[in-house]
């Protein structure tokens, strides 16, 4: 505890004339005060984990262009190539917006930007997207279902019209 002279009559003349009449100076209760914040805080982030193990993934699941719409009716686009143990490359087309970056895949989903991308069930996928609105500051979310062309989730697909063709072959 710090204990103050009465002869100090101001705090200038506790710490501004590099003297003190106080038997600890208030900066070595604030730096004590630091270090032991600190060094608290440097032991809760050496023993913290991480709760995503990142795996390798099949790339077939993700490789390829996917198309949907938003919500708001503006086209998305995901063109996913070069995928590689648990990375790809992703590019995300959300109306006239284009993102392009190295993704990590977790869990059968990955962020791109304000985006996640995430596979529902195989040749489908949903894209929620964050919009900030510059005017009030509220957020909102968009979402888009899409269709990984030449799946057998999409309806143009090849795969699609065999597997059609072989359903009406069973009746």
Do not use: C
């Amino acid at each position: 505890m710090t204990t103050i002279s009465s002869s100090a009559t101001s705090f200038y003349d506790l710490v501004g004339s590099g003297t003190s009449t106080t038997t600890d100076t208030p900066s070595d209760d604030i730096l004590t005060a630091l270090a032991a914040n600190y060094t608290a805080v440097g032991q809760a982030a050496s023993t913290a984990t991480t709760p995503t193990n990142y795996v390798p993934v099949d790339p077939n699941t993700y490789l390829g262009t996917w198309t949907g719409q938003n919500s708001d009716g503006s086209s998305v686009r995901v063109a996913i190539t070069s995928v590689s143990g648990f990375k790809a490359t992703v590019r995300l087309q959300t109306g006239s917006t284009v993102t392009q970056q190295q993704v990590l895949i977790s869990n059968s989903s990955f962020h791109i930007g304000d985006s996640k991308f995430m596979v529902t069930s195989e040749g489908s996928a949903t894209v929620m997207t964050a919009v900030t609105d510059p005017l009030t500051g509220n957020v909102s979310v968009e979402q888009a279902n899409l269709t990984q062309l030449g799946s057998s989730a999409d309806p143009t697909s090849a795969a699609a019209t065999a597997a059609a063709s072989s359903l009406d072959m069973l009746a």
